[in-house]
C-alpha cells in the first residue's frame, strides 16, 4: 500500500513539474495568419506600398471624398445651393440640405474620424518608411504620396471644420490631446507638406491611369491651396507648372471628360473592382420621377446660356409626365459594366486654367485671366467671354467655376465661402442658412473626449 | 435550396426518434425477459396506495432493495405493484419526502404513507463546478434553477429562462425578434467595457464561449450580434446554477469576476426505460404598442409646422400634406407591421433509464417560431442531447459523457420593421397594389414591405460534448479528469436584391448584393484534477487539486458580391460580377491554469474553504500573461451548535462569509501587438494592409475584490426559509476600450485604468411552503436585489475621454443630461438650465445633470399551487427602473409622432408641454427637440410588474398503468403593470421589436 501511495505521490509531483515547465510555451501563440507586424511591412517595398494604397481606397470609400452620396460631392452639393434633397426624413443627410446639422450629424462625425484615419496611416507610412531599410529612391516615393495624402486632408477638415488640430505623427498619447491651430497655420502646414511631396515624387508620367499621385498632382492642389488663401502670384505658377505638362494633360470634349482614360483627368481614384464605375454615378443618377434621393436645383440648371455643351452632356431630366428633374450626368455609368469605363476624379485640368484665370486677374492680368477662361467656354461651345473689368473678370471666373465644377467635391460651397458670399448667396435662398452654417459643427463625440478641442463652433 | 440543408437537419431529428422508438421496445421486451425469469425465485406481485397521509401520490418510485432491475411508479391514483419476494424489502422515495423503507414481509397488499420531508432543501447537492456541496455546508454564494422551473416556460434562450427568479442576476431581453439576445449582468456592471460584462458559461464542465458570432454587415435584425447562447436547449437542462461571490467563483480565477454560469444537463436515471414526448403550440404578439397620432392629429401638426416656419406653399414631394397622398386614409402602422401573432411549434422527445452501473439519456427537440412580421420569416432550431453515465462494479471507475448537437436556422427580415412602424405617416399609401403587387404610388414613398425582398439568414451548428472520467487509486484519494471540446459554425447571409427598391427606378439585378459572413471556433479544454478527502474524528478535510490547459480557434470570412445576372442567382457567390473579400481572420486564444480548493469542515458546524487559481492567457503581452487569484469562505452553522439543537423553531441557521479576488481578461485577442491586416480590397493592382490598431503592450489583468456576508435561516422545519446577503464587489485596474478622440485615427485603444468600480447590494430570498396537506400544496418564492452601482476612484477623469460619460460617485450607467425646464410660452421651443450661467445652453458644460439608469431593486415572485393533479405556477417579476422615452425627430416633420405631442405650443402665451412643430427648417427648433432628447425630459419611470409566466398542468387521470399523460398550458409576459409612455419598458436600444407576449398549449405522454 505504501509503495503504491509513494509511487503515486512521486507521479504528482513530476507531472505537476512538467506542467510548471511546459507553461509559458503553452500560452505562445504565433502571429495571426493575417496579419503582419509593422516592422515586417516596411522591410518589403511591396508590402509596404499596399500600406500605402490601402488609403486611396479607403479615401475612395469612406469620409470627405466618397462618391456615395456621404462625401462632400452630394453633401455639399445640398448645403449649397447646388442640389435639392427628396431624401427619407429620418436620413441625416437631409440636415445638409435644410442647414440644420447638429453636431451628433454621423457623416459629419465621419468625416472627422475618417480623415484623421486617412492621416494616420499617412503618418504611418511616413515613419514606417522613415525606420526601414528601404532604399533611398523608395522611402522617397512613399514619404511623397503619405505627405501629399496628408496634405489633402488636412486641405478639406480646415476648409469644413475651420480652426483644426493639425496630426503629424502617430503617438495617439500627443494625438488624443491636440489643440486646434488657426487656419492660417493649419494652411502653412498644409503648403509645406505639398511642397515638399512635389520635390520628393517624380515628375515623369508612369502612371498610365492617373491612380497614384505624381509631382503634378501634388502642383495641382498646391495651386488651389494657394488660391484658397490669396497667394495669387504663386497660386499662378504652380498652375502653370500644370498647364504646361502639354503632353500628358490636354482638355478633352465634355462627353469625354470623365472617362476612365481622359487626358483631362490629373488624378483619380480608381474603383472598387474590375467593371466597377464610380459611387457618384451610381448614386446621383436616377431613371424615373420623383427622384428617389437628390436632383439639381432649378437655380443651376437656369444658370447654364443656350448652346452650353456642358448643360446638355453633364446634365439630363427625367420626366414624370408633368415635372422634370435633373441629375448630374457628368459620369454616366449608374452599373458595373464589363469594363470600368469611369473612376472618381479629384483633380482635373479645367480648373488649373480657372485657378490661374482667377490668380491672374487678381493680379491685373486681365488679358492673360480671359484667355485661361476663354479656354474652358471655348470647349462648351460657348463664346469669349464678354467681362471687361477685374471685377467682371473675377465675377465671371466665379459663375463660370459653379458651371463647370458643379457637384464635384464641393467647389461650389467652398468658392462661395472663400470669396465671402455665402450670405448673399444662400440667405435668400435657403431657408435654413444661417451665417454660423458656414462652419460645420465638431462632432459631439470629439468634444468629449478630447476637452482641448472645445469651445465648439459658433452657432452649435 | 435554403431550406433543403435544415430539411437534412430535420431529417437527422426524425431518425433520432425513430432510434427512441426502436430502443424503448428493445428495452421493454428484456424487462418483460427478466420478469419472466425472475418468477423463478417466488417472486409474487406486491402492491397497495401511496400517499401522503391524506391524498394518492403519483409518480412516487418504488424499488427492492439490492435489486436495482426492479422498480415501478405510482400511476395517478397513488396506485403501485411490483413483483417483490416475500423477504424483500421495498424502498419508497419521492422528491419532498422522507425515504422509507418497508419490508414485504409476507404481504400483498401493502398500503404506505410518505412523510413530507422539510430538510430535503438542506441536503440538495449545488453544483459549484470543480466540486458539488450540499447547500446546507455551502460558503459561497450560489443561486439555483432547476428543470421544474425551466421546463414552466415556453422560451428557447437560457437566458430567459432565469429572468426574474435569481436574486443578483439581471436580465434584460434584447430583442422580440427569435433568435435574438439577452443582456445579463450578475451583480452589476463591473468593467468600463461594455462588452466585457458577461459571465463564464459552462456546460457540464466544458467552457462556453458566449463572444458574439456573426457581423454588423450580414446582422442588422438584432441590436446585438448574434449571440452563441440561443444553441443551448433550455429543455435539455436539468440545472442551471449561478456562481457569485468570490468563494465561489475565484477558482475560476481571471473568468469569474463577472459570475459563472453553471449549466448542467439532464442525466439518465435508475430504473425503467422511459420515453417521454411533448408537443406543444402556440402564439406571441407584440406586448404593447406605442400611442402614436391619428391621421388627423398628424396633419395637423404638419399643417401647424408649415405655418410655423412662415412656409406658405407645400414642396412637391411632401407627399403626405399637398393632397398627393389621401388626406383621409388611415393605418395602423405598428398593426401592419408587427401585429402578427407568432406561430411556435416545439417537439421534444426523451429516452431515458439505466442500470445501477449505467444510465442514459437521448432526448431530441425541434422548434419552430415565425415571426409578428408581415411574409413568412422563420426561426428554426432542433437538435439532440446524449447523456450517459457509467460506474464500475467496484464503484472506483465513473465515467460520464455527455454530448449536444443544436441545429439552428433564422431566417428574418434585413431590417427590423419597428422603426419603421412607429415612424411611417398614417396617411401614407396601402401596401400592397389589388394585384398583390406592392404599391410604390408612383414613386412617392419607400414601401416598408420591399425589406421583405431582403432576408437575414443564419445557420448554427453547434457541437458540445464532455466527458468526466474518474478513479479512485486508494480511498479517499481519486484522479479525475475533464474533458471538453466545443465546436460552432455559423454562417450567415443578408440578401439586398434589386426587387427591395421601386421597379420605376428600374434598378436590375446589376445592383443586387450579397453579403456574408462565416465564424468557426472550435475549443478544447483538459483539466486533470486530484481529490483526497478524509474524515478525521470530528472534522472533514477535502483537497482539490488541477490545472487547466484551453485552446480556442476562431476563424472569420466575410465577403460580399454585387452585380448579378439575374436575382435569382444571388445566393451563388460566384455569380457575382464583383466579389470582395471584406475579412479574413484567425484568432487562437490560450489559456492555462493551476487551482486548488482546501474545505475543513469542523463538528458539522465550522466550515472553511479556501480556494485559489494561478492563470495565464495568450490575451496578455510578454510579462503580463500570469496573475494569481484567491478567496477564502467562512461558515457558521449555528444551527447545529448543541445550544441550539433543541430550537423548535429554527431548523436551521447559517452564517456565512467569503472575501477574494478575481479577474477578467475579456478584451479580444491579439490586441497588445502592432500590426497590419489585409484588407482585400485591390488598389492600383495591390492588395491593401491597414495598420489594425493603436497597439498598447503593456496591458494586463482587470481584478475585483469581492466581499460577501450572508445569513439563512429555516424555520419550522425548514417551511420558511430565508436568505439575506450583502455583497462589495471592487474591481480596479479597469482593462478598457479607452474611447479616444478621432483626432488619434482611432476610435478606442486597450489599456488599464486606475479607475475603480464598486457594485454593492442587499440580495434577498424567501421560501415558504404555506400550505401543505390534503393534496393541496402552496408555496411561494421570493427574490429581491438592491443594488448599487458606483465609480469610486478614476484618476484624471477629468481630462480623460471618459469625462462626458462618468462622475465619480455615480454609476456606470448614468446619463448626463440637459435640466429641461419646459417650453418658453414666448418663443415657443424647448428651454434647458443654463448650469454655468454664461447666457447660452451649451455642450458640455450644461449638459451635467446625471440621471441613474441603473434599476433600483428588481426581483420575482413566484406561487406554486398543486392540488391532486393540478399544478399551477405563476411568476411576477418586477423592476423599479428608470428609463429614456423613444427619442423621434422634430416634430411637424415627415415622421408620425407620438400621440401627447399634440400638446405643443402654437402660438404665443401658450403653455404647452412639446415644443412647436417645424417641417426641420427651423434650426433652433431642430437643436432644441436634439437637446431634448438629451435632457431630463427624456427620462421616465419605466419600473414595471410583469406577469413574466405562468404554467398550469393537468396530469390526465388515465387508467393506464405505464402511461401518463399531462396537458399544459404556459404563457410568457401575459401581463405588464408599467406607467412607461413608450410601448414595452423592456429595451436595451431603441426601435427594436419588443419581446412578445406568448401563450402555448401542450401535451406530455410518459410511457
Known amino acids: 500500500m505504501k509503495t503504491i501511495n509513494l509511487l503515486v505521490i512521486r507521479w504528482l509531483w513530476l507531472s505537476a513539474i512538467t506542467l510548471f515547465i511546459s507553461c509559458d510555451s503553452f500560452l505562445e501563440v504565433e502571429l495571426p495568419k493575417t496579419q503582419l507586424t509593422a516592422v515586417v511591412v516596411f522591410q518589403d517595398y511591396h508590402t509596404a506600398e499596399a500600406a500605402l494604397t490601402d488609403i486611396y481606397s479607403n479615401l475612395r470609400d469612406s469620409g470627405i471624398l466618397c462618391g456615395d452620396g456621404t462625401g462632400i460631392s452630394n453633401q455639399l452639393a445640398n448645403y449649397a445651393d447646388e442640389m435639392v434633397s427628396s431624401e427619407n426624413p429620418s436620413n441625416p443627410s437631409i440636415s445638409f440640405y435644410t442647414n440644420s446639422l447638429l453636431p451628433s450629424n454621423n457623416y459629419v462625425t465621419g468625416y472627422w474620424n475618417f480623415g484623421y484615419h486617412q492621416i494616420y496611416a499617412a503618418n504611418a507610412v511616413i515613419e514606417g518608411a522613415e525606420k526601414s531599410s528601404l532604399t533611398a529612391l523608395q522611402k522617397k516615393q512613399l514619404r511623397g504620396e503619405a505627405l501629399f495624402i496628408r496634405g489633402l486632408i488636412h486641405f478639406y477638415l480646415v476648409n469644413l471644420f475651420g480652426d483644426i488640430p493639425f496630426v503629424d505623427q502617430t503617438d495617439f498619447k500627443i494625438n488624443r490631446t491636440v489643440k486646434r491651430i488657426p487656419t492660417a497655420q493649419v494652411y502653412e502646414k498644409i503648403i509645406a507638406d505639398l511642397r515638399e511631396a512635389s520635390v520628393l515624387l517624380r515628375t515623369s508620367d508612369t502612371d498610365r491611369n492617373r491612380v497614384r499621385p505624381d509631382a503634378i498632382v501634388a502642383k495641382a492642389l498646391l495651386a488651389r491651396t494657394l488660391l484658397y488663401i490669396n497667394a495669387y502670384p504663386e497660386a499662378a505658377n504652380e498652375a502653370s507648372a500644370v498647364l504646361n505638362q502639354v503632353q500628358t494633360y490636354s482638355l478633352e470634349q465634355p462627353e469625354k471628360v470623365f472617362l476612365r482614360a481622359s487626358r483631362e483627368t490629373i488624378w483619380q481614384l480608381e474603383s472598387g473592382g474590375s467593371g466597377q464605375n464610380t459611387a457618384e454615378g451610381d448614386y446621383f443618377i436616377f431613371t424615373s420621377a420623383p427622384p428617389p434621393y437628390v436632383s439639381l436645383s432649378n437655380s443651376l440648371v437656369s444658370s447654364f446660356s443656350p448652346g452650353d455643351l456642358r448643360k446638355s452632356s453633364w446634365i439630363k431630366g427625367v420626366s414624370d409626365g408633368t415635372t422634370i428633374w435633373y441629375h448630374p450626368y457628368k459620369y454616366k455609368e449608374n452599373n458595373p459594366t464589363a469594363e470600368s469605363k469611369e473612376y472618381s476624379i479629384v483633380l482635373r485640368l479645367s480648373e488649373q486654367y480657372l485657378i490661374r484665370a482667377e490668380a491672374r486677374a487678381w493680379q491685373g492680368d486681365l488679358i492673360g485671366a480671359k484667355e485661361d477662361l476663354n479656354k474652358i467656354r471655348h470647349r462648351a461651345a460657348l463664346t469669349d467671354t464678354p467681362a471687361l473689368t477685374q471685377k467682371e473678370i473675377l465675377d465671371a471666373v466665379f459663375l463660370e467655376r459653379k458651371l463647370e465644377l458643379f457637384t464635384e467635391t464641393g467647389h461650389r460651397f467652398f468658392d462661395l465661402k472663400r470669396t465671402g458670399r455665402l450670405d448673399a448667396e444662400l440667405g435668400g435662398m435657403k431657408k435654413g442658412w444661417d451665417s454660423s452654417d458656414s462652419l460645420f459643427p465638431l462632432p459631439q463625440n470629439e468634444l468629449s473626449t478630447n476637452p482641448n478641442l472645445r469651445p465648439q463652433n459658433p452657432g452649435y | ?1007
Open chain 2, 1 to 1007: 435550396m435554403n431550406y433543403f440543408s435544415f430539411y437534412k437537419g430535420g431529417k437527422a431529428l426524425y431518425c433520432l426518434f425513430f432510434i427512441g422508438f426502436i430502443l424503448s421496445f428493445s428495452s421493454s421486451s428484456a424487462r418483460n425477459s427478466n420478469r419472466s425469469f425472475s418468477f423463478i425465485f417466488q417472486q409474487h406481485q406486491v402492491q397497495g396506495v401511496i400517499t401522503d397521509g391524506n391524498a394518492p401520490l403519483p409518480g412516487v418510485t418504488i424499488s427492492v432493495r439490492g435489486r436495482a432491475d426492479v422498480n415501478s411508479i405510482t400511476d395517478y391514483t397513488g396506485h403501485y405493484s411490483i413483483s417483490a419476494g416475500i423477504n424483500d424489502t421495498l424502498a419508497v422515495s419521492f422528491i419532498g419526502f422522507k425515504t422509507k423503507l418497508i419490508p414485504v414481509a409476507g404481504r400483498v397488499k401493502v398500503d404506505i404513507d410518505l412523510q413530507y420531508d422539510t430538510t430535503t432543501l438542506q441536503e440538495v447537492r449545488v453544483n459549484a463546478g470543480y466540486y458539488s456541496v450540499k447547500e446546507s455546508e455551502r460558503t459561497g454564494s450560489i443561486a439555483r434553477i432547476t428543470s421544474k422551473d425551466i421546463e414552466n416556460q415556453p422560451v428557447t434562450n437560457v437566458l430567459a429562462t432565469m429572468q426574474g427568479r435569481m436574486a443578483g442576476v439581471s436580465i434584460t431581453q434584447t430583442t422580440g425578434v427569435p433568435g435574438g439576445g439577452f443582456d445579463i449582468k450578475i451583480r452589476g456592471q463591473n468593467s468600463l467595457r461594455s462588452g466585457a460584462n458577461s459571465p463564464l458559461y459552462i456546460i457540464d464542465g466544458v467552457p462556453y464561449a458566449s463572444d458574439p458570432i456573426g457581423s454588423g454587415i450580414t446582422n442588422l435584425t438584432f441590436p446585438t450580434l448574434s449571440s452563441p447562447l440561443n444553441s443551448i436547449n433550455p429543455n435539455f437542462i436539468e440545472s442551471i446554477e449561478v456562481l457569485k461571490d468570490a468563494d465561489a467563483t475565484s477558482i475560476y480565477g481571471s473568468r469569474g469576476s463577472n459570475g459563472v454560469v453553471l449549466i448542467t444537463t439532464k442525466k439518465g436515471k435508475v430504473g425503467k426505460t422511459k420515453f417521454t414526448l411533448t408537443s406543444s403550440t402556440g402564439g406571441g404578439t407584440v406586448t404593447k404598442f406605442m400611442d402614436l397620432m391619428s391621421t388627423s392629429q398628424y396633419l395637423a401638426m404638419r399643417k401647424q409646422a408649415f405655418k410655423n416656419d412662415g412656409l406658405t406653399e407645400y414642396s412637391p414631394w411632401d407627399y403626405d400634406v399637398n393632397g398627393t397622398w389621401d388626406q383621409n386614409r388611415y393605418t395602423d402602422w405598428q398593426k401592419e407591421l408587427l401585429g402578427r401573432t407568432a406561430q411556435i411549434t416545439d417537439l421534444q422527445g426523451t429516452l431515458s433509464g439505466g442500470s445501477e452501473n449505467t444510465q442514459f439519456m437521448l432526448s431530441g427537440s425541434y422548434h419552430s417560431q415565425s415571426t409578428v412580421f408581415p411574409g413568412t420569416f422563420m426561426y428554426k432550431k432542433g437538435g439532440s442531447q446524449f447523456n450517459l453515465n457509467h460506474a464500475s462494479d467496484n464503484r472506483k471507475f465513473r465515467l460520464n459523457f455527455s454530448a449536444g448537437v443544436t441545429l439552428q436556422n433564422n431566417d428574418q427580415p434585413s431590417f427590423d420593421f419597428s422603426y419603421d412602424a412607429r415612424s411611417l405617416a398614417p396617411n401614407a399609401p396601402r401596401l400592397y397594389n389589388p394585384d398583390g403587387s406592392l404599391n410604390w404610388e408612383n414613386s412617392t414613398w419607400t414601401n416598408p414591405l420591399g425589406n421583405l425582398n431582403t432576408e437575414f439568414e443564419s445557420k448554427t451548428n453547434d457541437l458540445t460534448a464532455g466527458t468526466a472520467v474518474s478513479y479512485e487509486i486508494i480511498p479517499e484519494l481519486i484522479v479525475k479528469a475533464n474533458l471538453g471540446y466545443t465546436n460552432l459554425n455559423n454562417s450567415e447571409t443578408r440578401i439586398v436584391p434589386s426587387t427591395i427598391y421601386d421597379p420605376a427606378y428600374e434598378v436590375s439585378s446589376e445592383r443586387s448584393a450579397i453579403f456574408l459572413n462565416d465564424v468557426k471556433r472550435d475549443s478544447w479544454i483538459a483539466e486533470p484534477q486530484i481529490n483526497w478527502k478524509k474524515e478525521l474524528g470530528t472534522s472533514t478535510i477535502d483537497i482539490l487539486a488541477g490545472a487547466t490547459f484551453q485552446s480556442q480557434r476562431s476563424t472569420r470570412l466575410q465577403q460580399s458580391g454585387t452585380g448579378f445576372t439575374s436575382n435569382s442567382l444571388i445566393y451563388d457567390l460566384a455569380a457575382a460580377k464583383v466579389t470582395k473579400v471584406l475579412l479574413s481572420d484567425e484568432t487562437l486564444y490560450k489559456y492555462q491554469a493551476f487551482f486548488a480548493r482546501v474545505n475543513y469542515k469542523y463538528k458539522q458546524c465550522y466550515i472553511l474553504n479556501l480556494t485559489a487559481r494561478r492563470d495565464g492567457s495568450s490575451r496578455f503581452g510578454p510579462g503580463k500573461q500570469f496573475a494569481n487569484f484567491g478567496a477564502a469562505g467562512l461558515a457558521w452553522l449555528f444551527s447545529n451548535e448543541s445550544f441550539f439543537m433543541q430550537n423548535k423553531w429554527l431548523s436551521f441557521g447559517k452564517i456565512r462569509t467569503s472575501y477574494g479576488t478575481t479577474g477578467n481578461d475579456q478584451i479580444g485577442d491579439y490586441q497588445f501587438l502592432d500590426t497590419y491586416s489585409n484588407t482585400g480590397i485591390l488598389y492600383n493592382g495591390i492588395p491593401g494592409l491597414a495598420p489594425s490598431r493603436l497597439f498598447n503592450a503593456d496591458f494586463g489583468w482587470e481584478t475585483n475584490k469581492k466581499l460577501e456576508a450572508a445569513l439563512e435561516l429555516g424555520f419550522f422545519g425548514d417551511r420558511i426559509f430565508t436568505t439575506v446577503a450583502w455583497y462589495q464587489n471592487r474591481s480596479s485596474n479597469q482593462l478598457a476600450g479607452v474611447p479616444l478622440p478621432g483626432s488619434t485615427g482611432f476610435t478606442s485603444y486597450q489599456a488599464n485604468l486606475d479607475a475603480v468600480v464598486q457594485n454593492s447590494g442587499l440580495e434577498f430570498t424567501l421560501r415558504t411552503v404555506n400550505f401543505k396537506g390534503h393534496g393541496f400544496t402552496w408555496t411561494t418564492n421570493l427574490n429581491l436585489t438592491f443594488a448599487e452601482n458606483k465609480l469610486l476612484k478614476f484618476p484624471g477623469l477629468e481630462s480623460s475621454a471618459y469625462n462626458q460619460q462618468y462622475r465619480i460617485g455615480e454609476p456606470l450607467n448614468i446619463k448626463l443630461l440637459y435640466s429641461f425646464k419646459g417650453v418658453d410660452p414666448q418663443t415657443g421651443l424647448y428651454t434647458f438650465e443654463d448650469l454655468n450661467g454664461d447666457g447660452a445652453v451649451t455642450f458640455p458644460e450644461d449638459r451635467q445633470v446625471a440621471v441613474n439608469l441603473n434599476p433600483q431593486y428588481y426581483g420575482g415572485l413566484q406561487n406554486q399551487f398543486s392540488y391532486k393533479g393540478i399544478t399551477l405556477d405563476f411568476l411576477f417579476q418586477f423592476i423599479k427602473q428608470k428609463n429614456r422615452t423613444y427619442p423621434m425627430g422634430t416634430a411637424g416633420m415627415m415622421a408620425n409622432q407620438q400621440q401627447r405631442k399634440t400638446d405643443s405650443w402654437s402660438a404665443p402665451g401658450d403653455n404647452a408641454a412639446y415644443q412647436m412643430f417645424s417641417t426641420g427648417y427651423d434650426f433652433p427648433a431642430v437643436m432644441a427637440t436634439y437637446s431634448y432628447n438629451e435632457s431630463t425630459a427624456s427620462v421616465t419611470d419605466a419600473s414595471f410588474i410583469r406577469l413574466k409566466n405562468i404554467s398550469i398542468s393537468y396530469d390526465l387521470p388515465l387508467d393506464l398503468k405505464q402511461t401518463q399523460c399531462r396537458v399544459i398550458l404556459q404563457g410568457q409576459n401575459l401581463l405588464t403593470f408599467t406607467k412607461y409612455v413608450d410601448g414595452d419598458p423592456e429595451f436595451t436600444s431603441y426601435g427594436f421589436l419588443p419581446p412578445l407576449k406568448i401563450l402555448t398549449a401542450g401535451i406530455q405522454l410518459t410511457f
